[in-house]
């Protein structure tokens, strides 16, 4: 798609021609603010622009609040940001908070990039463009490693991107992060999963076509619901919704009839009174021979009438129900948060007292080979009024300076090592700088 124009043998405007047929699309990049991608779309965008080729950015969502959504668009052409419709060619999705909305925005034929860690059914919102999957974690680790091979990580930054690896790693192992559920939507999902297990097989209904359904419709089609029906008095809107989910109309009035083959029903609609009676359940329940089912009611006021709940297999759950749940979900995240950020400040440390000891190393390095250097000087002075001296004796003489250079290295460069290791104050650190200043002065190491 991207390719730089030949200009041999061109005139400008068969340059500026070949341009806007060449290279014409336009990528929507969905992250999270204070990942770094800015910096990143930033980057690719002067790479694009070095090649000769006319592009133009622009930050869709600017945001200072670290953690919210935002997106970023590069457009190749001419005429930048007035070229082309609001449809992309290429979607970048690195959030999956709004990868449902941001798969819509691409035109048919277009390509979705996705993390391929995400589950496979996220990827199945559209069959008219191509979804591939990209190992963004992965990938960055062999970015790493090569570029480590190469030689083109200095010590310090190797440090620090090894030690955020690590944290990253000891966060997912050591706490329960991302285990609960802390929105209403993904709250039925995780009710879904403690009755069903796996939802590989399950069948969703949806009654109704609010956000609130649409929202938690894709979180079970995320965790691996294997269809979705939508009911809806509007047939427009169910349609729009069933192509949204890839999924299946049901006529509004022949629902009921169908009720026995769903594992999962979902209500959000805005019915005046109930959509489902305890009559219409007991007959599918009976139809589904002790086969439990769900039944989630996020409309207000209520879809389903209450007294389902008293019927075996019957699993009732309403609004109240999930925000319950994802305000006790919401109470151990802020723990299990606090768990991470003390793994965090402990790795910092760790790697703070790694990086001022590494401060201070030139110095200790300093102070050893001049030490040595006056050792190997005193003993070359003196060797010849030895007269001859067997192997044994040569070794002994070697051990016994040596020793006596390291005893006298052994004061400085501990302390030095102990005041760069110390967690310190501002005034602790000066210590520290005068106490190397002073270890230099004295050694008459010289700058190094």
């Known amino acids: 798609m991207l390719r730089q124009v030949d200009r041999v043998g061109q005139t400008a405007a068969d340059r500026v021609e070949g341009l806007q047929r060449v290279n014409d699309f336009v990528v929507k990049f969905a992250n999270v603010n204070g990942s770094g991608s800015a910096s990143a779309n930033a980057l690719l965008m002067q790479a694009i622009f070095r090649m000769g080729i006319p592009v133009s950015g622009k930050n869709l969502f600017p945001s200072n609040i670290q953690g919210l959504p935002t997106w970023y668009e590069i457009r190749v052409n001419k005429d930048g940001h007035t070229a082309r419709t609001s449809e992309y060619d290429v979607m970048v999705a690195m959030n999956a908070e709004t990868y449902a909305r941001d798969v819509l925005e691409v035109r048919a034929g277009g390509y979705v990039l996705y993390d391929s860690s995400w589950p496979l059914a996220q990827a199945k919102l559209r069959e008219d463009v191509t979804f591939l999957g990209v190992p963004y974690a992965e990938l960055c680790n062999q970015a790493f490693a090569q570029a480590r091979e190469q030689g083109a990580i200095g010590t310090t930054l190797d440090a620090v991107l090894s030690r955020a690896f690590n944290v990253a790693k000891r966060i997912r192992t050591e706490t329960e992060i991302g285990s609960n559920a802390v ?104 139809a589904r021979k002790s086969r439990p089912m769900l039944l989630i009611d996020i409309a ?149």
């Open 183 to 286: 929105s209403v939507s993904y709250a039925a999902v995780e009710l879904a999963r403690e009755i069903f297990g796996s939802l590989q097989t399950k069948s969703v209904l949806i009654i109704g076509a609010g956000k609130m359904s649409e929202g938690a419709a894709r979180h079970l089609m995320r965790a691996g619901a294997s269809e979705i029906f939508i009911t809806n008095r509007t047939a427009e809107r169910a349609k729009e919704l069933a192509k949204f989910f890839n999924g299946e109309v049901i006529p509004y009035d022949h629902f009921p009839n169908r009720l026995a083959d769903m594992d999962i029903v979902l209500t959000s609609s805005a019915a005046p009174g109930f959509v489902l009676t305890p009559e219409m359940l007991r007959r599918a329940l009976s």
């Open 300 to 448: 207000v006021p209520r879809n389903i009438d209450p007294a389902i709940q008293k019927l075996e297999h019957a699993f009732l759950y309403d609004m109240d129900d999930l925000q319950n749940l994802a305000e006790r979900n919401m109470s151990a995240r802020r723990e299990v948060a606090l768990q991470a950020e003390a793994i965090v400040t402990e790795e910092v440390t760790r790697l703070e007292a790694k990086l001022r000891e590494r401060g201070v190393t030139p110095t200790i390095v300093s102070l050893q080979e001049q030490l040595e250097n006056i050792r190997q000087e005193v003993v070359a002075r003196y060797r010849g009024r030895l007269g001859a001296l067997t192997r044994d004796q040569e070794d002994v003489i070697e051990a016994m300076t040596r020793g006596i250079v390291n005893k006298v290295a052994h004061g400085p460069i501990s302390e030095m090592r102990r005041q760069a290791a110390a967690e310190r104050p501002m005034d602790g650190a000066m210590q520290e700088a005068e106490l190397v200043s002073a270890v230099r002065r004295i050694f008459h190491l010289g700058d190094r």
